[in-house]
């Protein structure tokens, strides 16, 4: 009984793998090569998979891009963060949720790169995204400027936390333009977090 039972259990646990493998695959390639260059024969060979394997699971190669933009690894990331971090005060939590988000940025290389062609291209779905991945970003910088300071100061907040989304996505371009060694990212973490908290500390 506990045998059978657990057979389709494995069947779905080995599909869902199949169907990431896949899914991780093709942003290797798209995010290397571009969507319009990467073809459902490349995916394969990637994958060392036939062509039939991957039509099991897509249908077509526009099911694969849907399927990464919809399931994008940033968006575990980012629910992690709207969590809050565990702080004493402003500066702290500012600058733990920074470094944690040039981290995750540099773990999500892949897909970033991915997002930014999709943006010379295919503009429309890209661009969805990434406006989900900023408002996301910003309301939990948002959440956490309110949490740490008095009420008198909230109405800054929307407009801080847009600032410190934008110095941090500017750093990491600069970090991976540069190709610096990543311990640099926590300098420039508390650059930008300190260029927040005067923004802050000026509002009266």
């Known amino acids: ?84 971090v565990p702080a004493t005060d402003l500066r702290e939590a500012l600058t733990i949720a920074s470094i944690l988000s040039l981290n995750m940025m540099r773990e999500n290389r892949p897909f970033i790169r991915f997002v930014m062609l999709q943006m010379q291209s295919s503009r429309e779905q890209a661009e969805v995204v990434l406006q989900e991945i900023i408002d996301r970003w910003t309301a939990a910088y948002e959440q956490t400027i309110k949490l740490y300071t008095p009420a008198r100061r909230h109405s800054v907040a929307p407009l801080a936390a847009r600032q410190l989304v934008d110095l941090i996505v500017a750093s990491f371009i600069r970090n991976e333009l540069v190709g610096e060694p990543g311990e640099h990212l926590e300098s420039y973490a508390m650059e930008a977090v300190e260029t927040v908290l005067s923004r802050i500390s000026n509002e009266r």
């Open 1 to 84: 009984m506990t045998r059978t039972s657990a057979r389709p259990h494995f069947g779905r646990r080995r599909a869902d793998r199949t169907r990431r493998r896949i899914l991780d695959a093709s942003l290797q390639l798209f995010s290397n090569y571009g969507y319009e260059r990467a073809s459902m024969d490349d995916i394969a060979l990637e994958l060392e998979a036939t062509k039939g394997l991957l039509y099991h699971y897509f249908r077509s190669k526009k099911d694969i891009l849907t399927a990464i933009l919809q399931e994008h690894p940033l968006r575990v990331a980012i629910e992690q963060f709207e969590q809050g």
